[in-house]
């Protein structure tokens, strides 16, 4: 896959197969997640994988992250589309049956939150990118970080920042192509 074709091809997927994935498919995305940009090759990026009962646990994290911080503003910014709100509330609760939750944490550095969080977001895309590639889908979470300290407790972590939360599996379904905003850039210098 060339990687434009993963760059334009890839989804935040939200509903996925009962099939497992195999270790090997999630060290690979890994191996190369790591090789993203990091302020002062740092490299603050920590991955913790999760299986089994414990995917349940974070199921249930986010389903009140989702009613304690992202409802509201979901209301907010689609007053008219209450069904997006019921969708993102269906996933939140289950994950969209992932059968693989990945807790992505930042240990902080000298640089502070501003260069950590830009670094680790660079291994989050390469994750993303390369979870396509490999016949994967992800949705990259951000809604469970407000119960940072309940999903600790299911880590184990408690010496890092989470930073998002990916649920992992073999996408149900196709996922449609979202527009690309207009005035997204600007030329400056140029003839």
């Known amino acids: 896959m060339e990687l434009e074709e993963a760059i334009i091809g890839r989804r935040s997927v939200r509903k996925f197969l009962n099939k497992p994935v195999p270790k090997e498919k999630i060290q690979k995305i890994l191996d190369l997640s790591v090789w993203a940009p990091s302020g002062m090759n740092t490299q603050n990026w920590y991955f913790v994988v999760i299986m089994g009962e414990k995917v349940d646990k974070v199921r249930q994290v986010a389903k009140k992250s989702f009613e304690q911080y992202i409802r509201a503003s979901l209301n907010k910014m689609y007053p ?10 269906k996933f939140s609760a289950n994950l969209g049956g992932a059968s693989v939750v990945v807790c992505v944490y930042r240990s902080p550095t000298v640089e502070g939150d501003l260069t950590d969080l830009q670094s680790v977001a ?12 490999e ?3 992800a949705c990259w ?3 469970p970080v407000h119960l940072a ?12 920042k989470l930073q998002a ?17 207009e005035g997204r850039f600007e030329w400056i210098g140029w003839d």
Do not use: C, H, W
């Not at 660079?122 to 590639?133: G, R, T």
């Open 135 to 137: 016949g994967l889908g």
């Open 141 to 143: 979470m951000i809604g």
């Open 122 to 133: 660079a291994a989050i895309q390469n994750f993303m990118l390369v979870s396509y590639q």
């Open 149 to 160: 300290e309940e999903i600790d407790k299911i880590t184990g972590v408690n010496d890092k």
């Open 165 to 181: 939360v990916i649920p992992v599996g073999y996408p149900d379904g196709s996922f449609p192509v979202p527009r690309r905003k």
């Open 80 to 89: 008219d589309r209450p069904e997006i709100v019921d969708y993102n509330s």
